[in-house]
């Protein structure tokens, strides 16, 4: 026989008997064949389940995505591991919960919250967000803001693109935005910005890392630094920093970056828990 001619086994030499309506049956529920067939067409039954961990057994703050009030006047992280997030002092109204779960942020508004101090030391850092942006226009999602520097570090979405930079532009790194909702995870360590994005469900995007460290950024953000959710200061202006977004989980290692190689594994079963457990109640 030619070596690409296919071989057509008879059904019977396969194990395979005919119903009275003619189908292939095996024995039970399984098919028995005794030939070789390449490793493409086999199932690998180890990628059907994605593995998952707790944020907090990996050394995450949690701002969970479950509020039980429809107007949000703190948020508090999983088993009090880390400091409240309270409205900033522009909210007049505070946060609203979305109607799918997590946070609603609108266009121009300010309903952003802070957790002060939730940095002790600005030197090394990885903050996950969860959102859900429609039009690709979330702008400020997060920001970390150094409590005595005239700089600071923002992720913001436009346009359909994911940045990750200092106020004053020194530095940035910025990738497409995922169909959300979506993961987006940034770093930071001794002055270089890291970035990285995927669908919910799916596994994190390689890592976006900017070209060399930036000593003058490593001297703005020495210190302890806040964690803005949803806008970048208590500024009541700069609305146009402010978009349209659904924020349903926020992780912050605020000592630790998580983004080094051989952490996706880790990462994406983090993301697989707070996906399932962190569905509002």
């Given at each position: 026989m030619?070596?690409?001619q296919?071989?057509?086994a008879h059904?019977?030499?396969l194990g395979?008997?005919?119903?009275a309506?003619?189908?292939l049956?095996?024995?039970?529920?399984a098919?028995?064949v005794?030939?070789?067939v390449?490793?493409?067409?086999?199932?690998?039954?180890?990628?059907a389940?994605?593995?998952r961990?707790?944020?907090?057994?990996?050394g995450?703050?949690?701002y969970r995505a479950?509020?039980a009030?429809?107007?949000?006047?703190?948020?508090?992280p999983?088993?009090?591991?880390?400091?409240v997030a309270?409205?900033?002092?522009p909210?007049?109204?505070?946060?609203?919960r979305?109607?799918?779960?997590?946070?609603a942020f609108?266009t121009?508004?300010?309903?952003?919250?802070?957790?002060?101090?939730?940095?002790?030391?600005?030197?090394?850092f990885?903050c996950?967000?969860?959102?859900?942006?429609?039009?690709?226009e979330?702008?400020t999602?997060?920001t970390?803001n150094p409590t005595d520097?005239?700089n600071?570090?923002?992720l913001?979405e436009?346009?359909?693109e994911l940045?990750?930079q200092?106020?004053k532009?020194?530095?940035a790194?910025?990738?497409?935005?995922?169909p959300?909702?979506a993961?987006v995870?940034?770093?930071?360590?001794a002055g270089?910005?890291?970035i990285?994005?995927?669908?919910?469900?799916?596994?994190?995007a390689?890592l976006v890392?900017?070209?060399a460290?930036n000593?003058k950024?490593s001297a703005d953000?020495?210190g302890?630094?806040d964690?803005?959710?949803?806008?970048?200061?208590?500024r009541?202006?700069?609305?146009k920093?402010?978009?349209t977004?659904?924020?349903m989980?926020?992780?912050?290692?605020s000592?630790?970056?998580?983004?080094a190689?051989?952490?996706?594994?880790?990462?994406?079963a983090v993301c697989r828990?707070a996906?399932?457990?962190?569905?509002?109640?």
């Amino acid at each position: 026989m030619a070596r690409d001619q296919p071989h057509r086994a008879h059904p019977a030499s396969l194990g395979l008997t005919r119903s009275a309506s003619g189908a292939l049956m095996g024995q039970g529920d399984a098919y028995f064949v005794d030939i070789a067939v390449p490793d493409a067409v086999l199932l690998d039954t180890k990628l059907a389940v994605q593995p998952r961990r707790s944020p907090l057994e990996y050394g995450a703050v949690w701002y969970r995505a479950h509020h039980a009030s429809s107007v949000i006047q703190d948020w508090t992280p999983e088993q009090g591991l880390g400091a409240v997030a309270y409205p900033v002092k522009p909210s007049e109204t505070g946060a609203c919960r979305h109607p799918d779960g997590g946070i609603a942020f609108t266009t121009a508004k300010n309903t952003g919250l802070v957790a002060e101090g939730a940095l002790s030391q600005t030197q090394a850092f990885t903050c996950a967000v969860r959102f859900d942006s429609r039009d690709g226009e979330a702008r400020t999602l997060v920001t970390i803001n150094p409590t005595d520097a005239d700089n600071y570090l923002f992720l913001n979405e436009k346009e359909g693109e994911l940045t990750w930079q200092d106020q004053k532009g020194s530095v940035a790194v910025a990738i497409p935005s995922p169909p959300t909702p979506a993961w987006v995870v940034v770093g930071y360590d001794a002055g270089r910005l890291s970035i990285a994005a995927c669908q919910e469900g799916q596994r994190l995007a390689p890592l976006v890392t900017s070209a060399a460290q930036n000593p003058k950024l490593s001297a703005d953000l020495s210190g302890s630094s806040d964690l803005f959710i949803g806008c970048r200061s208590h500024r009541k202006g700069i609305l146009k920093t402010l978009g349209t977004s659904r924020i349903m989980d926020v992780l912050l290692w605020s000592d630790s970056f998580v983004l080094a190689p051989g952490a996706a594994t880790e990462l994406n079963a983090v993301c697989r828990y707070a996906e399932t457990e962190g569905a509002p109640e």
